[in-house]
Nanobody
Framework: QVQLVESGGGLVQPGGSLRLSCAAS????????MTWVRQAPGKGLEWVSD????????YLKESVKGRFTVSRDNARNMMYLQMNSLKPEDTGMYYC?????????????WGQGTEVIVSS
């Protein structure tokens, strides 16, 4: 059974940093590209980042380029999102997703999410 567990969220001041982690189990992690998706309070799902199966290709939402970095460690079945220079608009629940379908919460496999609050 696919299991994805996010961690690393919290309250941070604008300009601060957080590193999110996603621990994967129940499938061959190295065979799948993976996605980070966020949802701000009262808003819809927002794609943040993709990373290819071996991590050699990464894709980031335009508004986070230069601030966020996605990476993975296939030996440990882990994916990471390093978030620097955080802004209030980065606030939301961040999800690690396998087989993400754009805008569709009912498809793919999702973790429980980790909350990021950027506020002074």
């Amino acid at each position: 059974q696919v299991q994805l567990v996010e961690s690393g969220g919290g309250l941070v001041q604008p300009g601060g940093s957080l590193r999110l982690s996603c621990a994967a189990s129940g499938f061959t992690f190295s065979s799948y590209s993976m996605t980070w998706v966020r949802q701000a309070p009262g808003k819809g799902l927002e794609w943040v980042s993709d990373i290819s199966r071996d991590g050699d290709k990464t894709y980031l939402k335009e508004s986070v380029k230069g601030r966020f970095t996605v990476s993975r460690d296939n030996a440990r079945n882990m994916m990471y999102l390093q978030m620097n220079s955080l802004k209030p608009e980065d606030t939301g629940m961040y999800y690690c997703v396998k087989d993400y379908v754009v805008g569709q919460r009912d498809f793919g496999s999702w973790g429980q999410g980790t909350e990021v609050i950027v506020s002074s």
